[in-house]
């Protein structure tokens, strides 16, 4: 099954910021199909973070945002703080699959 | 509020199947797709397929094509996902989510562990 890489971890001390990576192919995000990012705090369901590449949900922090740009996109967290300790998801959809494919993941540590 | 509400843990022997129930409520069921993911242990998600709950058309991934079943009451506002043929590997969180422009997933449902042990 086709996924989208992610790095396995990032960490930051309070109120730096972050990145985490999500690299796809030309079958998913550069074709142009949307990537949304979901974290998930331990033991928890994921929860919708970033959709259509940059747009937040409502109630959502600002401090996230997300990019796009050919085959790769990228969530930044940015005056990071403790309760971002999670796992975070890319997401997109894949044409050669005619389904859906998430990140390998990400795990923020705060320092 | 729009919310997605699972069944409880199930335990099961290997080569039984399982079944497990999402209930939709504060929005028309119909309108939207339930798509399925599910979680082992210390993984990552794994997307499962999906179901439309309007025409009940549905789509499964490769990797469970065959042993995986989607199906949807509409006049109790619930999907379900049955899952056959049961292997220790098949141990995990199930999630429901719901499909909405732009093919993003919220809400999830709350997960179910299923545990397959002899």
């Known amino acids: 099954q086709s996924v989208l890489t992610q790095p396995p971890s990032v960490s930051g001390a309070p109120g730096q910021r972050v990145t985490i990576s999500c690299t796809g192919s030309s079958s998913n995000i550069g074709a142009g199909y949307d990537v949304h990012w979901y974290q998930q705090l331990p033991g928890i369901a994921p929860k919708l973070l970033i959709y259509g590449n940059t747009n937040r949900p409502s109630g959502v922090p600002d401090r996230f945002s997300g990019s796009k740009s050919g085959t790769s996109a990228s969530l930044a967290i940015s005056g990071l703080q403790a309760e971002d300790e999670a796992d975070y998801y890319c997401?997109?959809?894949?044409?050669?699959?005619?389904?859906?494919?998430f990140g390998t993941g990400t795990k923020v540590t705060v320092l | 509020q729009v919310q997605l509400v699972q069944s409880g843990a199930e335990v099961k022997e290997p080569g039984a199947s399982v079944k497990v129930s999402c209930k939709a409520s504060?929005?028309?069921?119909?309108?939207?797709?339930i798509h399925w993911v599910r979680q082992a242990p210390g993984q990552r998600l794994e997307w499962m397929g999906w179901?439309?709950?309007?025409?009940?058309?549905?789509k499964y991934s490769q990797e469970f094509q065959g042993r995986v079943t989607f199906t949807r009451d509409t006049s109790a506002s619930t999907a379900y996902m049955e899952l056959s043929s049961l292997k220790s590997e098949d141990t995990a969180v199930y999630y429901c989510?719901?499909?909405?422009?732009?093919?993003?997933?919220?809400?999830w449902g709350q997960g179910t562990l299923v545990t397959v042990s002899s």
């Open positions: 504060g929005y028309t069921f119909t309108s939207y797709a």
């Open positions: 997401h997109s959809y894949d044409s050669s699959l005619s389904g859906y494919v």
């Open positions: 179901i439309n709950a309007g025409n009940a058309n549905t």
């Open positions: 989510a719901r499909e909405g422009p732009p093919r993003k997933f919220d809400p």
